[in-house]
Protein backbone atom coordinates (compact mmCIF):
# COMPACT_ATOMS: atom_id res chain seq x y z
CA UNK A 1 0.00 0.00 0.00
CA UNK A 2 0.85 3.60 -0.45
CA UNK A 3 3.05 5.30 2.27
CA UNK A 4 1.17 8.08 2.11
CA UNK A 5 -2.70 9.19 1.35
CA UNK A 6 -2.69 9.76 -2.30
CA UNK A 7 -4.74 12.30 -3.60
CA UNK A 8 -5.62 10.64 -7.15
CA UNK A 9 -4.44 7.51 -9.31
CA UNK A 10 -1.77 9.02 -10.10
CA UNK A 11 -0.24 9.43 -7.18
CA UNK A 12 -1.55 5.56 -5.89
CA UNK A 13 0.16 4.11 -8.75
CA UNK A 14 3.57 6.10 -8.69
CA UNK A 15 4.55 4.41 -5.05
CA UNK A 16 4.57 1.27 -6.52
CA UNK A 17 7.40 -1.00 -8.34
CA UNK A 18 7.62 -0.77 -11.82
CA UNK A 19 6.52 -4.10 -12.53
CA UNK A 20 3.37 -3.36 -9.96
CA UNK A 21 2.55 -0.06 -11.65
CA UNK A 22 2.29 -1.83 -14.82
CA UNK A 23 -0.43 -3.87 -13.70
CA UNK A 24 -2.18 -1.56 -12.27
CA UNK A 25 -1.93 0.73 -15.09
CA UNK A 26 -3.40 -2.43 -17.25
CA UNK A 27 -6.15 -2.42 -14.72
CA UNK A 28 -6.82 1.31 -14.54
CA UNK A 29 -7.21 0.89 -18.71
CA UNK A 30 -9.24 -1.83 -18.88
CA UNK A 31 -11.66 -0.34 -16.04
CA UNK A 32 -11.58 3.07 -18.11
CA UNK A 33 -12.40 1.21 -21.32
CA UNK A 34 -15.46 -0.95 -20.18
CA UNK A 35 -17.00 1.99 -18.47
CA UNK A 36 -15.84 5.36 -20.34
CA UNK A 37 -18.60 7.62 -18.24
CA UNK A 38 -17.18 6.84 -15.06
CA UNK A 39 -14.90 8.91 -13.55
CA UNK A 40 -11.61 8.09 -11.04
CA UNK A 41 -11.27 8.91 -7.62
CA UNK A 42 -9.61 7.81 -4.50
CA UNK A 43 -11.77 6.32 -2.18
CA UNK A 44 -11.03 4.69 1.04
CA UNK A 45 -7.23 5.18 0.01
CA UNK A 46 -7.43 3.17 -3.57
CA UNK A 47 -8.26 3.74 -6.84
CA UNK A 48 -11.88 4.09 -7.24
CA UNK A 49 -13.97 4.70 -10.02
CA UNK A 50 -17.64 5.59 -9.84
CA UNK A 51 -20.71 6.07 -12.10
CA UNK A 52 -23.54 7.96 -10.64
CA UNK A 53 -23.49 5.95 -6.92
CA UNK A 54 -21.64 3.01 -8.36
CA UNK A 55 -18.33 2.02 -7.14
CA UNK A 56 -15.62 -0.13 -8.20
CA UNK A 57 -12.17 -0.64 -6.36
CA UNK A 58 -9.33 -1.68 -7.04
CA UNK A 59 -5.50 -1.88 -5.16
CA UNK A 60 -2.10 -3.00 -4.86
CA UNK A 61 -1.17 -5.24 -2.12
CA UNK A 62 2.36 -7.53 -1.45
CA UNK A 63 1.35 -10.55 -2.90
CA UNK A 64 -1.88 -9.46 -5.46
CA UNK A 65 -3.57 -7.16 -6.86
CA UNK A 66 -7.47 -6.90 -5.72
CA UNK A 67 -10.61 -6.07 -7.48
CA UNK A 68 -13.68 -5.14 -5.36
CA UNK A 69 -16.41 -5.17 -7.53
CA UNK A 70 -18.39 -5.72 -4.02
CA UNK A 71 -21.68 -7.15 -4.30
CA UNK A 72 -23.94 -9.16 -7.03
CA UNK A 73 -21.31 -10.68 -8.86
CA UNK A 74 -23.37 -14.32 -8.82
CA UNK A 75 -23.44 -13.98 -12.70
CA UNK A 76 -19.76 -14.41 -12.94
CA UNK A 77 -19.48 -17.09 -9.98
CA UNK A 78 -17.77 -19.76 -11.77
CA UNK A 79 -15.30 -17.47 -13.58
CA UNK A 80 -14.50 -15.51 -11.02
CA UNK A 81 -14.22 -18.93 -8.41
CA UNK A 82 -9.94 -19.40 -8.68
CA UNK A 83 -9.75 -15.62 -7.84
CA UNK A 84 -11.94 -15.19 -4.55
CA UNK A 85 -9.26 -14.41 -1.50
CA UNK A 86 -9.64 -16.40 1.65
CA UNK A 87 -13.19 -15.66 3.18
CA UNK A 88 -14.48 -13.56 0.27
CA UNK A 89 -17.64 -13.40 -1.75
CA UNK A 90 -16.96 -11.28 -4.27
CA UNK A 91 -13.53 -9.12 -3.63
CA UNK A 92 -11.31 -11.01 -6.01
CA UNK A 93 -7.56 -11.35 -5.87
CA UNK A 94 -5.71 -11.37 -8.78
CA UNK A 95 -1.22 -12.55 -8.02
CA UNK A 96 1.28 -11.53 -9.16
CA UNK A 97 2.66 -14.44 -10.68
CA UNK A 98 -0.40 -14.64 -13.63
CA UNK A 99 -1.54 -12.24 -16.11
CA UNK A 100 -4.31 -10.04 -15.32
CA UNK A 101 -8.05 -12.03 -16.76
CA UNK A 102 -8.69 -8.21 -18.40
CA UNK A 103 -11.47 -9.65 -20.34
CA UNK A 104 -13.09 -11.43 -17.36
CA UNK A 105 -12.36 -7.90 -15.44
CA UNK A 106 -13.82 -5.74 -18.34
CA UNK A 107 -17.59 -7.78 -18.01
CA UNK A 108 -17.38 -7.39 -14.50
CA UNK A 109 -16.79 -3.70 -14.14
CA UNK A 110 -19.62 -3.35 -16.96
CA UNK A 111 -21.89 -5.58 -15.61
CA UNK A 112 -21.95 -4.13 -12.39
CA UNK A 113 -21.93 -0.37 -13.96
CA UNK A 114 -25.25 -1.28 -16.15
CA UNK A 115 -27.06 -2.82 -13.14
CA UNK A 116 -26.01 -0.03 -10.61
CA UNK A 117 -24.98 -2.16 -7.88
CA UNK A 118 -23.22 -0.40 -5.08
Given at each position: MPSKKP?????????FPAET???LEQMR???KNAVPDAHETISYGMPAFKLNSVSIWFAAYKK???LYPMYGMDKFKDEME???GKG???TLQFTYDKPLPLELIAKIVKYKMEKGQS
Open positions: ANIDEYIADQALATIHIGQYRTKD
